[in-house]
Structures are given as C-alpha cells and as structure tokens.
C-alpha cells in the first residue's frame, strides 16, 4: 500500500471532461509539475458519492487557488461517469474509468471483496505521494478545506532555495525573506 514519501503509481485512463462530458485518456505524468488530488470513489449515482463529488465542484475555486488537478476514479464505464455527470449538471473535473481496477488496486484502495474504499491521495508536482487517507467504511468523506490544505502544505514541505547574499554578504534573517 502506498503512503507518505512513495513514488505514486502512474497510470493512463479513459474518462470523461465532467464540465464538457467529451472522452478523453488522462495520464498521471502529463500532470506533472503541478499537485494532483486522487479522489478514488466506488460508485456513480450513489449518494454519498453524489454527495461528495457535488461538493468538491461546488468548492472547486479552492482548489483551483492552490492549483491542484482533480481527478475522480471509480469502476464503472464512461459510459456511466457520462449518465452520472450528465444527472448531475457536470463536475469541474474528470470522471476516469477503472474497469479492471488495477489502478485502484495498484494504489491500495480496494477492499477485502474488491470494492472501491472511499479515499484520497494527494500527490505533488514530482509525482511524490504527500498525503493517503483510505476509508473503512466509506460513510463519510474529507472535506474541501482539509484535500486543499494538504496541498498547500507541499509548498510550505518544500525545501527552499538559499537566498543569494545581501551586499556586504549580508544574510536576511528568516523571518524577513
């Protein structure tokens, strides 16, 4: 399973634009370079999974602050992430399908029976897990402010770059950079 400082799986996945409803094939890596939030969730048109993703497309302005990717995946069709956005008015983000579940698998979300656990994972701009959260029983999900100060948080983790020297090789102080 993986976790905190682990190279996130990459994976390439048909799915649909939950604003547009057009197909398309999103990959992990052409997101690099910018942190990207997994919401794995089990089931179209099920009510806390509605509930859910209704909630993160209302909210979306916060994540789009801290300029985070959102991506939903789940194991139904397109076909059926088509239905659902469509019932639902559309998401501010792509609905990807794992049929075969080998990315839900490969990302440790799965659970005793094969079923989708509700759960997140943050990656960031290296492709670096920052932060996993797995549901166990899938009743209730994280909200908007928790997903978005995670990612801002891998800013503030960041090493920082020195800063060059001042004339007469004078330093600032770290609370004055």
Same mark, same amino acid.
């Given at each position: 399973?993986?976790?905190?400082?682990?190279?996130?799986?990459?994976?390439?996945?048909?799915?649909?634009?939950?604003?547009?409803?057009?197909?398309?094939?999103?990959?992990?890596?052409?997101?690099?370079?910018?942190?990207?939030?997994?919401?794995?969730?089990?089931?179209?048109?099920?009510?806390?999974?509605?509930?859910?993703?209704?909630?993160?497309?209302?909210?979306?302005?916060?994540?789009?602050? @801290?300029? *985070?990717?959102?991506? +939903?995946? #789940? !194991?139904? /069709?397109?076909?059926?992430? &088509? $239905?659902?956005?469509?019932?639902?008015?559309?998401?501010?983000?792509?609905?990807?399908?794992?049929?075969?579940?080998?990315?839900?698998?490969?990302?440790?979300?799965?659970?005793?029976?094969?079923?989708?656990?509700?759960?997140?994972?943050?990656?960031?701009?290296?492709?670096?897990?920052?932060?996993?959260?797995?549901?166990?029983?899938?009743?209730?999900?994280?909200?908007?402010?928790?997903?978005?100060? @995670?990612? *801002?948080?891998?800013? +503030?983790? #960041? !090493?920082? /770059?020195?800063?060059?020297? &001042? $004339?007469?090789?004078?330093?600032?102080?770290?609370?004055?950079?």
């Amino acid at each position: 399973m993986i976790g905190r400082g682990d190279m996130a799986p990459t994976f390439a996945l048909d799915g649909i634009d939950g604003a547009t409803l057009l197909t398309g094939r999103w990959s992990l890596e052409q997101l690099r370079g910018r942190p990207v939030v997994l919401v794995f969730y089990p089931a179209d048109n099920s009510p806390i999974c509605t509930l859910q993703l209704r909630t993160y497309t209302d909210d979306f302005a916060a994540f789009a602050e @801290v300029d *985070a990717q959102v991506l +939903a995946i #789940s !194991p139904q /069709s397109v076909e059926s992430h &088509r $239905a659902f956005a469509e019932t639902n008015g559309g998401f501010a983000f792509p609905l990807l399908s794992d049929e075969g579940r080998e990315v839900g698998e490969r990302y440790g979300v799965l659970g005793p029976v094969g079923f989708y656990r509700r759960s997140v994972v943050v990656i960031d701009g290296a492709g670096i897990v920052h932060w996993a959260h797995r549901a166990t029983a899938g009743l209730t999900f994280r909200p908007v402010d928790e997903l978005v100060g @995670v990612v *801002a948080s891998i800013a +503030a983790d #960041s !090493p920082r /770059s020195p800063q060059p020297p &001042r $004339a007469g090789g004078a330093r600032p102080r770290p609370d004055q950079d």
